[in-house]
């Protein structure tokens, strides 16, 4: 049976990865969420109806860790990304309160050197206010636009609220597999 289409979920450390795939899923307790940062330590695959595999990174950045243990990681997360047939797109999400940040250009550059397709999510968007938003969409889409492997699309998420995320379902839904023939 061939490997079923991959959505990696990518970011920095707390920015809501696995928030994001509880509320995508409609299982709250799915991915296993922390308010410390750099809890996902495993990259941990959650197979959605055998249409889709989502796939939870350990986040980059700041992590209540160890330095050695944090780089264990990371270069997991590379090794992962590289080369994998079956990975369709890389959901890179950002905290829409912090913006684009230096972590995440660097992570930007080198989804772009390995040709992986990657959709910008901001998360966190019901925290900000609606003109405030805008601003931060705008300038995530104008930096990604100068991105070779950037989704030309940016999704404005709230896992709380559930904001975002009949668009982000639909997006994912055109990677996924048909349903099984009967």
């Known amino acids: 049976m061939p490997a079923l289409p991959e959505v990696a979920f990518a970011g920095r450390s707390n920015v809501g990865k696995s928030s994001l795939i509880n509320a995508l899923t409609g299982h709250a307790n799915l991915a296993r969420v922390s308010h410390t940062p750099g809890r996902t330590q495993q990259i941990n695959f959650f197979d959605l109806g ?57 992570v930007m550059s080198g989804l772009d050197e390995r040709a992986v397709s990657y959709l910008m999510v901001l998360t966190k968007a019901d925290a900000l206010k609606p003109l405030a938003l805008a601003r931060t969409v705008a300038a995530v889409r104008e930096e990604a636009a100068t991105h070779v492997a950037a989704f030309p699309d940016i999704i404005a998420t709230s896992a709380r609220t559930g904001w975002g995320i009949p668009e982000l379902r639909a997006h994912f839904a055109t990677l996924a597999l048909g349903p099984p023939a009967r």
């Open 50 to 106: 055998h249409r889709l595999m989502l796939v939870d990174l350990p986040g980059y950045g700041y992590a209540a860790a160890p330095k050695t243990v944090v780089k264990d990681w990371t270069r997991l997360a590379d090794r992962f990304l590289r080369g994998r047939v079956a990975l369709k797109r890389v959901a890179l999400l950002i905290d829409s309160r912090r913006g684009l940040l230096a972590s995440d250009r660097a």
